[in-house]
T-cell receptor, first 114, second 116 residues
Framework: AQSVTQPDIHITVSEGASLELRCNYS??????LFWYVQSPGQGLQLLLK??????LVQGIKGFEAEFKRSQSSFNLRKPSVHWSDAAEYFC????????????FGQGTELSVKP | GAVVSQHPSWVICKSGTSVKIECRSL??????MFWYRQFPKQSLMLMAT?????????EQGVEKDKFLINHASLTLSTLTVTSAHPEDSSFYIC????????????FGQGTRLTVV
């Protein structure tokens, strides 16, 4: 079955500390992978995406993610977290064969402490 | 990036009434639109996929007679929640994409529906 797992429901990091949010997927076809951020009551903002090519992807707001096919993972990282990064983060997977529809992970809530 | 606009941002309706939510692609032609539902503190669940001029394809477990989707033009899709009940209260988000293959879908800002 196709699925996306974000093992961490809630993470708290100190401002300025590094961050890694985990994402694992199970998908039959070649996956397209995405990370989105959502502030309370808001829609989704795309942080970065992976379709093909370089497995280390750079995104907006200083985020990056690395696609590791052997581990079925697409973890999101940021070297230094800012208080404004506090939000809900969703990993999603799709594919060309699925016509663009996405399967989302359950989300990781990030809190940033001063 | 491309802009997708949802209207209204929030709506409160009485139980038994119907509510229409609009999803518009403002600066591109959306051949495909997707409707998602998000319960509080939960993930997004795909409800249906609509292609312009075609009937929507609903995901398993989604009542197509309750959640009517129309994609009459390349810039507009609507979701109508018919005979709404309190359990339909949720956050509804649409996304839209043009073309196929390596094209991403762009998300609207979402609509908060509260049924009282």
């Amino acid at each position: 079955a196709q699925s996306v797992t974000q093992p961490d429901i809630h993470i708290t990091v100190s401002e300025g500390a590094s961050l890694e949010l985990r994402c694992n997927y199970s998908y039959g076809a070649t996956p397209y992978l995405f990370w989105y951020v959502q502030s309370p009551g808001q829609g989704l903002q795309l942080l970065l995406k992976y379709f093909s090519g370089d497995t280390l992807v750079q995104g907006i707001k200083g985020f990056e993610a690395e696609f590791k096919r052997s581990q079925s993972s697409f973890n999101l990282r940021k070297p230094s977290v800012h208080w404004s990064d506090a939000a809900e983060y969703f990993c999603a997977v799709g594919s060309y064969n699925q016509g663009g529809k996405l399967i989302f992970g359950q989300g990781t809530e990030l809190s940033v402490k001063p | 990036g491309a802009v997708v606009s949802q209207h209204p941002s929030w709506v409160i309706c009485k139980s038994g009434t119907s509510v229409k939510i609009e999803c518009r692609s403002l600066d591109f032609q959306a051949t495909t639109m997707f409707w998602y539902r998000q319960f509080p503190k939960q993930s997004l669940m795909l409800m249906a996929t609509s292609n312009e001029g075609s009937k929507a394809t609903y995901e398993q477990g989604v009542e197509k007679d309750k959640f009517l989707i129309n994609h009459a033009s390349l810039t507009l899709s609507t979701l109508t929640v018919t005979s709404a009940h309190p359990e339909d209260s949720s956050f509804y988000i649409c996304s839209a994409r043009s073309g196929t293959g390596n094209t991403e879908a762009f998300f609207g800002q979402g609509t908060r529906l509260t049924v009282v």
